[in-house]
Nanobody
Framework: QVQLVESGGGLVQVGGSLRLSCAVS????????IGWFRQAPGQAPGTEHE????????????HYGDSVKGRFTISKDNAKSTFYLQMNSLKPEDTAIYFC?????????????????????WGQGTQVTVSS
């Protein structure tokens, strides 16, 4: 069973930067694609978390959601089994709880996916607040 723990959230001013970390533990880590999602304040119940981006288990494919493209960067450190979400040029609308989640490539393949049901394991989330 893969486990994920996010860290690095906090309060930042508009235009600032923040880097989130997602420490992953468990067997066969390369069998999982790691996605980043966020839940904005006041999000209607039942609506899916917004897809931020994901990275394949091999690290060779990365995909970003339209709202963060060009500002956010996803990377991984294999030695530390840690994934990162570098967030630059932050805007107030980036305020949210950020989650990392694992999608089993053996079940869902290696293409990118924004469908939350394909991610069977989730971290606890970390709060990011962008103040103006």
């Amino acid at each position: 069973q893969v486990q994920l723990v996010e860290s690095g959230g906090g309060l930042v001013q508009v235009g600032g930067s923040l880097r989130l970390s997602c420490a992953v533990s468990g067997p066969t880590l390369n069998s999982y694609n790691i996605g980043w999602f966020r839940q904005a304040p006041g999000q209607a119940p039942g609506t899916e978390h917004e897809f931020v981006g994901d990275i394949s288990g091999s690290g060779q494919r990365i995909h970003y959601g339209d709202s963060v493209k060009g500002r956010f960067t996803i990377s991984k450190d294999n030695a530390k089994s840690t994934f990162y979400l570098q967030m630059n040029s932050l805007k107030p609308e980036d305020t949210a709880i950020y989650f990392c989640a694992a999608s089993d490539r053996r079940l869902w393949g290696d293409t990118w996916s924004s469908r939350t049901y394909e991610y069977g394991n989730w971290g606890q989330g970390t709060q990011v607040t962008v103040s103006s």
